[in-house]
Nanobody, 126 residues
């Protein structure tokens, strides 16, 4: 089972940019699809973006498409979430998750994902 650790969170002004990293250990990284999720205070966790095992296909929620970019480097066992033009409402804890099944990560399913990181706080200020 792969273990995940997020990093790169912090405080950023509205309209600013931040890049998150998700580093994996203990598993074969390129056998997992990866997803980014976030949970704002008082809200449910929501899907943000996903990427398939090879990094060939990416998926985004409607409210981040065009501003966020998900990528991965399988040689470094790391996935990234580049976030541009951040908005106040995007203050949340951001999590990465891994599962061999891409469909399990995409919204609409009810799957228990194989691995979750502990999250990294992103705070967008005015």
């Amino acid at each position: 089972q792969v273990q995940l650790r997020e990093s790169g969170g912090g405080l950023v002004q509205a309209g600013g940019t931040l890049e998150l990293s998700c580093t994996a250990s203990g598993g074969t990284f390129n056998t997992y699809a990866l997803g980014w999720f976030r949970q704002a205070p008082g809200a449910e966790r929501e899907f943000v973006a996903a990427i398939d095992r090879a990094g060939a296909s990416t998926y985004y929620s409607g409210n981040v498409k065009g501003r966020f970019t998900v990528s991965r480097d399988n040689n470094k066992n790391t996935a990234y979430l580049q976030m541009n033009t951040l908005q106040l409402v995007e203050t949340a804890v951001y999590y990465c998750a891994a599962d061999p099944r891409l469909i399990a990560i995409l919204p609409g399913g009810r799957y228990e994902l194989a691995s979750w990181g502990r999250g990294t706080q992103v705070t967008v200020s005015s």
